[in-house]
């Protein structure tokens, strides 16, 4: 069984700061790691993916990956009031699968 | 634009009574993936299409079938829905073992 858990939510952030989105995986074989974003009632949109160690930057968007720790994680810079979403991480081990955390929602106070 | 599209965007059936949700992709992805997703919970998958191949979740229900006739559409039927299938049901592709893309889902009410 692959596990992926999340920052218990919710968390709540000033418009304008960082918000910290954590996520860790059980699968040492895992490859392939996502973050989705999902307003209440949509279905989830791709923001972010990173497949090496290290950090990947998208606009106000960084995702960070450390193997080692089997550790990933996304910072919001900027929040803005838009960004209140859930945020779910996803973890792929190459078997065309994804194993989902339970999310973390994220509210920016404006 | 490329994208996946998912018909109807809401369905109401009645227990027990068959229900066909559809998916179709301009991606030109080679893999499908049906999901069923909960209020509050993550997506849950319920089997996927690898090309032509099927590929069943152990505990996906025998009540939920799928059918790919082409590589760009692909089907869930729900063969005798129970007040527990109501749900937001999920099609996405991929290119092989690359990113998922979502469509923008179907919401199942079960009266």
């Known amino acids: 069984q692959k596990e992926v858990e999340q920052n218990s939510g919710p968390l709540s952030v000033p418009e304008g700061a960082i918000a910290s989105l954590n996520c860790t995986y059980s699968?040492?074989?895992?490859?392939?790691f996502f973050w989705y974003r999902q307003y209440s009632g949509k279905s989830p949109e791709l923001i972010m993916f990173?497949?090496?160690?290290g950090d990947k930057e998208d606009g106000r968007f960084t995702a960070q990956l450390n193997k080692a720790s089997q550790y990933v994680s996304l910072l919001i810079r900027d929040s803005q009031p838009s960004d209140s979403a859930t945020y779910l991480c996803?973890?792929?081990?190459?078997?065309?699968?994804?194993?989902f955390g339970a999310g973390t929602t994220v509210t920016v106070r404006a | 634009d490329a994208m996946v599209i998912q018909n109807p965007r809401y369905q109401v059936t009645q227990f027990g009574k068959p229900v066909t949700l559809s998916c179709s992709q301009t991606?030109?992805?080679?893999?499908m993936y049906w999901y069923q997703q909960k209020s509050s919970q993550a997506p849950k998958l319920l089997f996927h299409?690898?090309?032509?191949?099927?590929?069943n979740e152990a505990d996906t229900p025998d009540n939920f079938q799928s059918r790919r006739p082409n590589t760009s559409f692909c089907f869930l039927d729900i063969r005798s829905p129970g007040l527990g299938d109501a749900a937001m049901y999920l099609c996405?592709?991929?290119?092989?073992?690359?990113?998922?893309?979502f469509g923008p889902g179907t919401r199942l009410t079960v009266l």
């Open positions: 996803a973890v792929s081990s190459n078997d065309y699968k994804l194993s």
């Open positions: 990173i497949y090496s160690n």
């Open positions: 991606l030109n992805h080679n893999v």
């Open positions: 299409y690898y090309d032509k191949d099927f590929n």
């Open positions: 996405a592709t991929s290119r092989d073992n690359e990113e998922q893309f």
């Open positions: 699968d040492r074989g895992s490859q392939s």
